[in-house]
């Protein structure tokens, strides 16, 4: 007979090893540092001096030798230094996504809800009346019994139609998102920076999709005097550049991808902390980053529009909050019907966790 053994509680069994706490700072370092595995065993070094992060029975020494063994650092046989491997990406992105998101669960395979019942395929707590057409995988049985001894009796046992209850299941949906990510100089200035915030919420948004929402596609597009596609294992190494901010560019590459994806419900995020100060003209560069250019705004604002017409809503998470920016955001948004956060870096990834989970976008 199968049962339950209870005993009392030690929180001694649920503390980390010492390879698990130095991991957890080591995977943030690498965000920080963009993959450099030397500079982040520098930093490691320096906070165990300060905070006594090892002991004499487990030192930096053995972490390191651990991160080797266990698949998490490999030597590269060209300049003799250690890269992370495959394992660690998907570690730190998973790591990102239980800083970010929370410890999710893994669902079966997941998709969005479009908020309508009906014969779908995921049930909900709600419950109605059985009605001609109903299918029989909806029957409630648990409340269908209860009613009917209820109605009629447990002596003299029946179910009629009456008894029936339905379980209300929800329709599930694809979507198709595009993620655009600022990398132009301006996202590490002002002594904030604002591109690892931007990493992490990539990372555990990649890491969200595919795993709970496997039908839906993600594609990661990073811009600044151009736009080009990156690999989601590409994030942890993700750097800012010497850039203007094209993001016409971003908008447009974005279209085209999406204009291919299948899912019949598509999105653009954007990250960015600016306003747009560059656009392309065939192959010389039209920069202004002392204002509000209406160049190359009526460019970002056409492309909004378009967007509108192929039911693509932009979402975009300002992460500054400049008062002078918000005016273009604002005609931005409501040239696209979308959406605007002026979130800060602290708050990027809630926004945009909440914004993605809320089912509340256009569906078809």
Same mark, same amino acid.
């Given at each position: 007979?199968?049962?339950?053994?209870?005993?009392?509680?030690?929180?001694?069994?649920?503390?980390?090893?010492?390879? +698990?706490?130095?991991?957890?700072?080591?995977?943030?370092?690498?965000?920080?540092?963009?993959?450099?595995?030397?500079?982040?065993?520098?930093?490691?070094?320096?906070?165990?001096?300060?905070?006594?992060?090892?002991?004499?029975?487990?030192?930096?020494?053995?972490?390191?030798?651990?991160?080797?063994?266990?698949?998490?650092?490999?030597?590269?046989?060209?300049?003799?230094?250690?890269?992370?491997? &495959?394992?660690?990406?998907?570690?730190?992105?998973?790591?990102?996504?239980?800083?970010?998101?929370?410890?999710?669960?893994?669902?079966?395979?997941?998709?969005?809800?479009?908020?309508?019942?009906?014969?779908?395929?995921?049930?909900?707590?709600?419950?109605?009346?059985?009605?001609?057409?109903?299918?029989?995988?909806?029957?409630?049985?648990?409340?269908?019994?209860?009613?009917?001894?209820?109605?009629?009796?447990?002596?003299?046992?029946?179910?009629?139609?009456?008894?029936?209850?339905?379980?209300?299941?929800?329709?599930?949906?694809?979507?198709?998102?595009?993620?655009?990510?600022?990398?132009?100089?301006?996202?590490?200035?002002?002594?904030?920076?604002?591109?690892?915030?931007?990493?992490?919420?990539?990372?555990?948004?990649?890491?969200?999709?595919?795993?709970?929402?496997?039908?839906?596609?993600?594609?990661?597009?990073?811009?600044?005097?151009?736009?080009?596609?990156?690999?989601?294992?590409?994030?942890?190494?993700?750097?800012?550049?010497?850039?203007?901010?094209?993001?016409?560019?971003?908008?447009?590459?974005?279209?085209?991808?999406?204009?291919?994806?299948?899912?019949?419900?598509?999105?653009?995020?954007?990250?960015?902390?600016?306003?747009?100060?560059?656009?392309?003209?065939?192959?010389?560069?039209?920069?202004?980053?002392?204002?509000?250019?209406?160049?190359?705004?009526?460019?970002?604002?056409?492309?909004?529009?378009?967007?509108?017409?192929?039911?693509?809503?932009?979402?975009?998470?300002?992460?500054?909050?400049?008062?002078?920016?918000?005016?273009?955001?604002?005609?931005?948004? +409501?040239?696209?019907?979308?959406?605007?956060?002026?979130?800060?870096?602290?708050?990027? &990834?809630?926004?945009?966790?909440?914004?993605?989970?809320?089912?509340?976008?256009?569906?078809?």
């Amino acid at each position: 007979m199968k049962g339950f053994i209870f005993s009392r509680f030690d929180p001694s069994e649920n503390k980390q090893s010492p390879f +698990e706490k130095l991991l957890d700072i080591f995977t943030q370092l690498l965000t920080y540092t963009s993959g450099d595995v030397a500079e982040a065993l520098q930093w490691l070094t320096e906070l165990d001096k300060e905070y006594q992060l090892s002991n004499n029975e487990y030192g930096i020494g053995d972490f390191i030798q651990d991160l080797k063994d266990k698949g998490y650092l490999r030597e590269n046989e060209e300049t003799g230094g250690l890269n992370i491997t &495959g394992k660690t990406e998907q570690t730190i992105r998973k790591r990102a996504l239980e800083e970010i998101f929370g410890k999710l669960k893994k669902s079966s395979i997941g998709d969005h809800n479009i908020r309508k019942s009906g014969m779908g395929d995921e049930l909900n707590a709600e419950t109605r009346p059985y009605a001609f057409g109903d299918a029989l995988e909806q029957i409630d049985m648990t409340a269908s019994i209860r009613n009917a001894q209820i109605n009629h009796g447990i002596e003299a046992f029946s179910m009629q139609q009456d008894d029936l209850e339905i379980r209300e299941t929800d329709f599930k949906t694809q979507t198709s998102t595009a993620l655009m990510i600022d990398i132009s100089h301006s996202m590490i200035l002002y002594g904030e920076d604002r591109i690892t915030p931007a990493k992490k919420v990539a990372m555990a948004l990649s890491e969200l999709i595919t795993t709970r929402y496997q039908k839906d596609t993600l594609d990661i597009i990073v811009f600044g005097n151009d736009a080009w596609q990156i690999e989601i294992k590409d994030l942890p190494y993700l750097q800012v550049g010497p850039y203007h901010t094209n993001t016409v560019a971003g908008l447009e590459l974005a279209m085209d991808i999406l204009r291919r994806r299948r899912n019949p419900n598509k999105q653009i995020f954007m990250i960015t902390d600016g306003k747009p100060t560059c656009l392309k003209q065939g192959k010389q560069y039209y920069k202004n980053s002392f204002g509000l250019d209406r160049k190359i705004l009526n460019r970002t604002l056409n492309l909004a529009a378009q967007c509108k017409k192929l039911k693509i809503p932009i979402t975009t998470f300002m992460v500054a909050t400049d008062p002078w920016l918000q005016q273009f955001v604002k005609e931005f948004t +409501e040239t696209n019907n979308g959406k605007a956060f002026f979130s800060g870096t602290d708050k990027l &990834g809630q926004f945009l966790f909440y914004d993605f989970e809320s089912g509340k976008r256009k569906k078809l």
